[in-house]
């Protein structure tokens, strides 16, 4: 199984990136998929969650309004577009996959996002 996180980089505050996780070796369509962020010394915490067909999507409040996840399930791609990024949003970002129908999780390396001027 292989999950790899790309697009993370250094942004001005309230500028954009988007970051992609590229899947394969699982059927994509069974696995739930969602982005999360760590500061070193905290705890990870979840960003953004879609359901295996896309059809349902979460946002933390942190982040509502500015964030946006979705996928394409015919190129196993979890996209997660950021704007209105702010210095609190520096963090390495992961991408999972949860299975539907399983407990099996699968994580990436992680991309990390500098938001500084």
Same mark, same amino acid.
């Given at each position: 199984v292989s999950v790899v996180e790309s697009g993370g980089g250094l942004v001005e505050p309230g500028g954009s990136l988007t970051l992609s996780c590229k899947c394969s070796g699982v059927p994509f369509d069974d696995y739930h998929s969602s982005w999360?962020?760590? $500061?070193?010394?905290?705890?990870?915490?979840?960003?953004?969650?879609? $359901?295996?067909d896309g059809n349902s999507a979460r946002i933390v409040d942190a982040v509502k309004g500015r964030f946006t996840i979705s996928r394409d399930n015919v190129r196993d791609l979890v996209s997660l577009e950021m704007n209105s990024l702010k210095p609190e949003d520096k963090d390495v970002y992961y991408c999972k996959l949860q299975g539907m129908s399983s407990r099996a999780e699968f994580w990436g390396q992680g991309t990390q996002v500098t938001v500084s001027s």
């Open positions: 999360h962020r760590q $500061t070193p010394g905290k705890e990870r915490e979840l960003v953004a969650f879609i $359901t295996g």
